[in-house]
Every structure is written in C-alpha cells, then in structure tokens.
Nanobody, 115 residues
Framework: QVQLSESGGGSVQPGGSLRLSCAAS?????????LGWYRQAPGNQRELVAT?????TIEYADSVKGRFTISRDNVKVYLQMNSLKPEDTAVYYC??????????WGQGTQVTVSS
C-alpha cells in the first residue's frame, strides 16, 4: 500500500504562485513508477496536470505548460505553480502509479485563484 500526504494549497490572486508538496509512504513505495498531480474543478472531470516517472520523464497538460513545474525527490513530488489563472482553481490530487494508471491518491488540496 502507498499513502500520499499533500500540502501547500491555498488562495492566491491571478498571477500569483503556489507550491504543492506530496509525500509517499507505506510498504509499497519501492514499487512506485510515477508520481504526479491531477486536478478537478466543480462540474468537471478529473484531469491530469503533470507527471514524472522514476526515470525523470515529465509530461504536462497543455494548459499548464510554461507555468507549472513538477519535480521529484525520491518519494516526494512537488508542483510549482506560477502565473496562476482563475481557471486553475480546482482541488489538486497527488497520485502514485505502479504502471501507467494511478493506483493511489492523496486526499486533495484546494487551490483557489481569485481577485
């Protein structure tokens, strides 16, 4: 089993920055292949924001390219979010994957971008 603990959400004005953190723990952490972030806004489906694999391969959603940066330190993953827009408002979920699909989820952290 893998447990994920997130932190770093909050409220910020448009153009501001936030940094999300997620730490993995549990008996199966050595089976983690990829870590990353999804987000879900009210009324919308959960969407992939960014992912980073054990080998360092990174992917971003087109909507966040150039603004968000994902990084990984062993079993911790971070999401630096710059130039935030109101449309970035969502609950952000950390995930861990053993193969291609998420197998564990964090509890979610709210990010609100509003003036």
């Amino acid at each position: 089993q893998v447990q994920l603990s997130e932190s770093g959400g909050g409220s910020v004005q448009p153009g501001g920055s936030l940094r999300l953190s997620c730490a993995a723990s549990g008996s199966s952490i050595f089976s983690i292949y990829a870590l990353g972030w999804y987000r879900q806004a009210p009324g919308n489906q959960r969407e992939l924001v960014a992912t980073i694999t054990l080998g360092g391969t990174i992917e971003y959603a087109d909507s966040v390219k150039g603004r968000f940066t994902i990084s990984r330190d062993n079993v911790k993953v971070y999401l630096q979010m710059n130039s935030l827009k109101p449309e970035d408002t969502a609950v952000y979920y950390c995930y861990a994957a053993k193969t291609g699909l998420p197998s564990s989820w964090g509890q979610g952290t709210q990010v609100t971008v509003s003036s």
